[in-house]
């Protein structure tokens, strides 16, 4: 894709979101809906954000993932900022919640209601920044390197045209053991030049959607060695004309988690280890969910891969696991290891590595 066409894509979703989009319900499609209800808790959050910021909410999924309180999160893509005010109100006055944003018109919805949120939150002083910038240079928006316990993104991704740019930015603003948690849409197979130049399909965040297999590769080169799917459903599009146009292409939305960790191999190898749940994440007394095949109940001890060892007690989960095992001796792939993710041959997107 050459330089004028990036440009060229990026005014056209300014277009949309900014002047096309004045409501949630003028999507064409579903693809930017989210498919499964919150929470009650993540309800009545929601239901204390303002109309108007709720109204342009387009996101493809839930971004909220455990252990929040304190936490110093950024939001790409944040638009109105509906997920910046849920995080806010979740991270505690005490965290911190940035959203960047290139769309004048979100972004002043986003900024005109910091005060009512801060608040309706009972805080003494907003806890939350909005920034305009594009997330493909988000070393340009005064941001230090190795700050963020956690990014988040919600059907942005996608937006994009230069996908290895965001995640390369998203690398290094993370802190070690930090997190990149996202929701986007994927496609099973790459998507043909004629439909990337469609405005109305890439708005509508089908045409930009990576071919799962290309993201996780392009999440190993920019360090994020064992990408993970937290969470995944099919999309149906709901529109003839667009699905005449897409043909047998078929599409995911999926939630990733990847971590900036440093020795993360590309292959879930065992070394005898294994960690037990304590029990003590908030909302979660009984069971913790890693990842869509790490379900991980309370008390009960659970052997891991060496990958799966350090996603846990390399991060901000450590102090609610106890840890078994060294890195002393090497017994082979994990037992029931999959292949990695790019020689899937199947059109649905991998989990991981690891099928522990």
């Known amino acids: 894709m050459t330089n004028s066409s990036k440009i060229n894509i990026k005014d056209q979703v300014q277009e949309y979101y900014g002047k096309i989009l004045t409501h949630s319900n003028d999507l064409k499609t579903n693809a930017c809906c989210t498919s499964e209800g919150p929470n009650k808790k993540i309800k009545k959050i929601i239901s204390d954000i303002h109309e108007e910021v709720n109204n342009r909410y387009y996101g493809c999924g839930l971004i909220l993932p455990q252990v929040l309180e304190g936490m110093k999160i950024l939001d790409l893509g944040s638009g109105s900022g509906r997920d910046v005010y849920v995080l806010s109100k979740l991270v505690g006055e005490k965290g911190y919640v940035a959203g960047v944003d290139m769309t004048d018109e979100q972004l002043n919805i986003a900024n005109t209601y910091i005060d009512y949120h801060t608040k309706k939150y009972g805080y003494f002083k907003p806890n939350v920044e909005f920034k305009k910038g594009y997330i493909e240079f988000l070393d340009e928006l005064g941001f230090e390197e190795n ?42 197979r790459r998507m043909p030049e004629n439909l990337i130049n469609n405005p109305i399909l890439y708005g509508e965040c089908l045409s930009g959607a990576l071919y799962t297999n290309d993201f996780t590769r392009l999440a190993r080169k920019v360090g994020f060695n ?119 041959t199947d059109n649905t997107a991998s989990s991981s590595s690891c099928g522990c």
């Open 226 to 344: 064992d990408p993970r799917v937290f969470e995944s459903s099919p999309i149906t599009i709901n529109n003839e004309e667009l699905e005449k146009l897409c043909g047998e292409i078929k599409f995911q939305s999926i939630t990733y988690r990847l971590f900036k960790i440093d020795k993360l191999e590309d292959l879930c190898e065992d070394y005898g280890q294994a960690v037990v749940y304590k029990g003590t994440i908030p909302d979660f007394p009984s069971a913790f969910d890693l990842d869509d095949h790490h379900h991980i109940e309370k008390g009960k001890f659970f052997a891991v891969c060496g990958n799966t060892y350090r996603m846990l007690n390399e991060t901000r989960f450590a102090e609610h696991f106890d840890f078994y095992g060294t890195w002393e001796t090497h017994y082979g792939i994990f037992p029931d290891c999959g292949s990695p993710a790019a020689t899937d």
């Open 147 to 188: 700050s963020f316990d956690i990014i988040v993104s919600n059907c942005v991704l996608n937006l994009s045209p230069d996908k290895e740019d965001v995640l390369r930015g998203v690398y290094k603003l993370l802190k070690p053991g930090g997190e990149f948690y996202f929701s986007d849409v994927y496609s099973d």
